[in-house]
């Protein structure tokens, strides 16, 4: 009995938490602490980023590229996670960072960052299906069921990825509950397949460990296998090396977006952020070692391109292998779901301030299943269409990760500047004497990603984010958009 009341007076404080920022409680809050922990785990998934684009870092600067790459990435997520988290005690509500950044920053502020972490968002699950089809479906599902792949073209590839999505969002809209078991499961899975197969690639290998491999610098740029032109010295290879950490933690900011559904949301969101990327950063960095460890050689691996993971199970027996192929797919098609629901979520917070056109209907929440039924199909319908494009996976991968970190450093920089000002209320997770200069290098890190992100031969992604500023601009100068829209409830005119 006490137990039900202590649960009945949590939900009341989150709800009164929430009304104090303008916000009726409509969402279910069906989520514990593990459950934050695991949509933001299940995203990050390091059996998905970890592997789709592993051969990003191994084809440009060699071994070095991970194990000394993969360290310097993961200490500026971390970064990064940190001052996010300290933000989302203070501010628990869906929709995350466009309500950070509105608050701290303004109004204007706030619409920006909710544009780059809404497209970055539909990019993630665009990325994360295309991956879950073309490299996880063809090459690891497809030949065990005797499909000839040589027959599976475009109109193949547009129509599965579309399928994938949709039952995602059936799942989502329909059965939110089992949604989060299944996401909670999930984030158990990844552990143990993670483990599993470090384990399978290092007890069948053939030889010794070369552990040099891991910071030996290689310019791999331009040779047969590797994604990337040809680019002098080794520097600017390293650095693009620093996308597989880019791409892979990211998207932990969907702890924030479920904040409405998750109990005693101000202590359990900012645990769920930084714990999702930590054990990501330490697992998937013992994992991409291993790779590389088990290789007959780095030049070969880079000559095998996104087939060197499928050369690595073939080491292994068949029944493991076969195995470790349906679990991984199976933690790829979940990592996908999380990614939707985050979105889904996103753009729900954002539409129920005004934010987006048709806002009125985008917000709608199902009397029923307390599920935002508008934002889950349009977010879906969005991501398929992403990847209508021929050369999707490099470009959603980036530019996902791109938008995405310009997203997370925004609010976090005007933290750092409304700290003891606009900023005055600190929840449970507080950096005390170390928030502000978290603070500033999350954002000169997290920018440095960016940076590195849109550098040739990634321009394609740079031409996207100006273009994107330029509508901004125009939207909200001369369409009227800055007097439109009103922001949250808490921000005042």
């Given amino acids: 009995m006490s137990n039900m009341k202590h649960a009945g007076s949590a939900a009341e404080q989150d709800a009164a938490e929430l009304k104090k920022m303008g916000y009726e409680q409509e969402l279910h809050r069906h989520m514990g602490g593990f459950s934050n922990f695991a949509i933001s785990f299940s995203i990050i998934c390091i059996l998905a980023g970890g592997i789709s684009a592993f051969p990003l870092a191994l084809g440009a600067a060699g071994g070095a590229s991970i194990g000394i790459g993969w360290l310097v990435g993961g200490l500026f997520a971390t970064i990064v996670a940190l001052a996010m988290a300290q933000i989302s005690s203070s501010y628990p509500t869906a929709g995350g960072l466009y309500h950070w950044g509105s608050t701290l920053g303004g109004k204007g502020f706030g619409w920006c960052t909710a544009w780059f972490n809404l497209l970055g968002l539909i990019f993630v699950v665009a990325s994360v299906n295309f991956a879950v089809y073309d490299f996880f479906f063809k090459t690891l599902i497809a030949p065990m069921i005797g499909i000839d792949i040589a027959t599976l073209g475009y109109t193949e590839q547009i129509g599965s990825i579309a399928v994938i999505t949709t039952i995602q969002a059936i799942l989502i809209y329909r059965f939110p509950k089992f949604t989060t078991k299944i996401t909670d499961i999930s984030g158990y899975l990844i552990f143990v397949i993670t483990v599993v197969l470090i384990l399978s690639l290092l007890v069948y290998h053939q030889g010794g460990l070369d552990f040099s491999r891991l910071y030996t610098f290689t310019n791999f740029t331009g040779t047969e296998g590797s994604p990337w032109p040809k680019s002098e010295g080794m520097v600017f290879p390293f650095l693009l090396g620093l996308l597989l950490a880019l791409y892979t933690i990211t998207g932990f900011d969907a702890s924030a977006h479920t904040s409405e559904e998750t109990r005693d949301a101000a202590r359990a969101v900012p645990k769920g952020i930084v714990s999702s990327v930590i054990y990501s950063a330490i697992f998937g960095y013992i994992m991409i070692c291993t790779f ?6 780095v030049a070969t691996g880079v000559k095998q391109g996104f087939g060197f993971f499928d050369a690595l199970l073939n ?6 292998k ?7 797919f199976l933690v790829n098609f979940l990592c996908g779901l999380a990614c939707l629901t985050s979105t889904s979520r996103m753009m729900f917070a954002f539409a129920r301030d005004g934010g987006l056109p048709a806002s009125g209907w985008l917000c709608t929440v199902s009397s029923t299943l307390k599920t935002p039924v508008a ?4 977010s879906a319908i969005l991501a398929v269409i992403a990847t ?10 980036v530019g996902c990760a791109v938008f995405l970190y310009i997203s997370y450093i925004m609010p976090v920089a005007a933290g750092v500047l409304a700290e003891g000002k606009v900023w005055k209320h600190k929840g449970p997770f507080n950096l005390g004497k170390l928030s502000k200069p978290i603070g500033v290098l999350a954002v000169i890190g997290g920018g440095f990603l960016v940076i590195v992100g849109v550098q040739p031969p990634n321009e394609k992604v740079l031409y996207v984010t100006i273009a994107m500023l330029v509508v901004m601009v125009v939207f909200w100068f001369l369409f009227g958009e800055r007097k439109r829209f009103k922001g949250p409830p808490s921000i005042k005119e």
């Fill in 292 to 297: 590389v460890l088990v290789m007959p050689d």
């Fill in 315 to 320: 080491t292994l027996p068949a029944t493991l």
């Fill in 322 to 328: 076969s195995v470790l192929s349906i679990g991984i």
């Fill in 375 to 378: 934002a889950i199909w349009v």
């Fill in 388 to 397: 209508l494009y021929a050369e999707a996976f490099s470009v959603l991968a």
